[in-house]
C-alpha cells in the first residue's frame, strides 16, 4: 500500500468533504494543490466532471445541502482528481444507507472511467449480496 | 504551604510549556510564509478568499466606526490641548499617540472581535467534523493550506487597515482642527508632517504586523486543539480569545517599552 501512497483516493465516511467550500473546491482543490492547476481551469474542470454525472446544478452547493447520492458523487469526483488515482471506496452502503444495490456506483464509475487508473471496493462480508455479480 | 508551591511550580511549568509550544508553532508558520512551495494556487485562493472577509467585508463598518469615533477623538484630544495650552505639541500628540498607538490598536480590536473569533470557531468546526484529517488524507499540508494563508491575510489586513484607520484620523484632524484652533490646512499639514518621525511609522507598521501575526495564529492555534466532541468547540474557542487579548496586551507593553528606550 506505501507505494501506492500518492494514488490513493479515498472515498469514505471518514474522509468527509470540506463544509465551508462548494462542492466545486472540494474537487478542485486537488489540482490546485497538488499540480499548481490556477483557479479558473481547475473550477472548469470540477465543473464540467459534475456534469458527467448529472451534477453540474450542485456545483456551488456546499456540503449540508447535498442529498447522500449526490455526496458520494463528490466524493468519487474529487478522489478522481488525484493524479493516476487509485480509488479505493471503503463501505459504499455506509455513505448511502438506503441504497438496494451497488448499480448506481458502477455506473458513476464508468461515467468516468477515463478519470482514475483503478478502484478498488472494500465492505464486510456480509454485505456481499448487495454486489450481485461485482 | 508544600502544597501551595508545588500547585504554582505546576502552572508556571505549564506556562512555560504553552508559551514555548506556541512560540515553536509559531516559527514554523514563519518559515513557511517564505517559502515559495507554500505559495500554491489553492493557497493563493484561500489567501485572496480570507484578504475579502477581513479587509474587503469589514470595509463600510470599518469606515464608519472609524469615522465617528477617530473624530471623536480627535475632537476630545485637541479641546483638552487647546484647554491645557499645549497647541504647539497638536503635531506631536496626533502622530506620537493617536496614529501610532491608537490606529493599531483600535483597529486590531475590530479585526480580532470580527476575524480571529471566527477563525476560531472555523478550525475548532473542521476538527471535530475530521475535515483536517480529509486534508490530511489527500497529503494536503494544513500549514501550506490553511494556516499560512490565513496567518499572511492577518498581517496585511491589520497594516492596510491601521493605515486606513490613521488616514481618517488624519483628515478629521483638518476639521477639527479648523474649529478649535481656526488652523488651515496648510499650516495643519506642516504641523502634521513636522511632527511625523520616520522610525515612528516603521515602528507602527512593524506592531500591526505582529499583531495580525498573533490574531490570526493564537486562535487558529486554539481551534486547533479541539477535540472531536462538538463540546470542545466554545472551550476551543473561548481560551483562543482569552489568550488572544493577553497577546495584544503583551505585544502593546512590550512596543511601549521599546519606543521608551
Known sequence: ?134 | MKAFWEKLGRFAILIFEDSADTIVFAVRVFVRIFQRKTYSSAMREVLVNQIYFTSIQILPVFIIVSVFFGSLLIGIVFTMLKDLGLTEFIGHVLMGLIVTELSPFLTVLLVTLRSASAINTEMAVMKVNRELKTLETFRIDIVDYLLAPRVLNGIISIVLLSSLFSIVLLISGILFAKLIFGMNINVYTNIVLNSTHFSDIVLMLFKCAIYGFFITLIPIRFGLRASHELTSIPIAVSRGMVNVFAAIVIIEVLSLLIKLY
Not at chain 1, 441504497?99 to 468516468?112: A, E, G, R, W, Y
Open chain 1, 1 to 134: 500500500m506505501r507505494e501506492f501512497a500518492t494514488q490513493a483516493a479515498p472515498v469514505s465516511v471518514d474522509v468527509p468533504l470540506i463544509s465551508n467550500q462548494d462542492v466545486y473546491m472540494n474537487i478542485a482543490l486537488i489540482k490546485e494543490y497538488h499540480e499548481n492547476m490556477p483557479r479558473q481551469q481547475a473550477e472548469r474542470l470540477a465543473v464540467h466532471c459534475l456534469g458527467r454525472i448529472g451534477l453540474e446544478h450542485i456545483a456551488y452547493n456546499r456540503n449540508p445541502s447535498l442529498t447522500l447520492e449526490e455526496r458520494f458523487g463528490v466524493m468519487l469526483l474529487r478522489a478522481a482528481m488525484v493524479k493516476d488515482a487509485m480509488i479505493l471506496i471503503d463501505k459504499p452502503f455506509e455513505l448511502i444507507p438506503h441504497l438496494q444495490d451497488i448499480q448506481m456506483i458502477t455506473s458513476m464509475l464508468k461515467t468516468i472511467g477515463d478519470l482514475y487508473l483503478s478502484c478498488h471496493i472494500y465492505d464486510y462480508q456480509w454485505m456481499q449480496e448487495k454486489y450481485g455479480e461485482l
